[in-house]
């Protein structure tokens, strides 16, 4: 059983800042890409962002570019989620992933959840207007 424990999740008032942390079972950050999704209430998970080989291989929604930086720190088996300037929008429970493959070509592959084969708990993020 792969657990993933996330941190780092709360309450924070519009343009405020949070970092989110998970912790990976350190052989996975050579062996999968790792990522982010997010899920609002009532609405499907969302993709955020996925890091894969390197700190310059990474990818990023739409939504969140500029605004979130995903890290990792091997030592520490550990992947963060910066998030600055936060919008109320970005309200949702945050989940980390990892099991994706490091050796897909598809330009989709990384921001699909079906890639993902193994999930953190989530944490819940509020941004107050």
């Known amino acids: 059983q792969v657990q993933l424990l996330e941190s780092g999740g709360g309450l924070v008032q519009a343009g405020g800042s949070l970092r989110l942390s998970c912790e990976i079972p350190?052989?996975?950050?050579?062996?999968?890409?790792v990522g982010w999704f997010r899920q609002a209430p009532g609405k499907e998970r969302a993709f955020v962002a996925a890091?894969?080989?390197?700190?310059?291989?990474?990818y990023y929604s739409d939504f969140v570019k500029g605004r979130f930086s995903i890290s990792r720190d091997i030592a520490k088996n550990t992947m963060y989620l910066q998030m600055n300037d936060l919008k109320p929008k970005d309200t949702a429970v945050y989940y980390c992933?990892?099991?994706?493959?490091?050796?897909?070509?598809?330009?989709?592959?990384?921001?699909?959840?079906?890639?993902?084969?193994?999930w953190g708990q989530g944490t819940q993020v509020i941004v107050s207007s």
């Open positions: 992933a990892t099991g994706a493959s490091l050796k897909s070509v598809r330009t989709d592959y990384y921001y699909m959840s079906r890639s993902y084969s193994f």
């Open positions: 890091i894969k080989s390197s700190e310059s291989d990474t």
């Open positions: 350190g052989r996975f950050f050579s062996i999968y890409a």
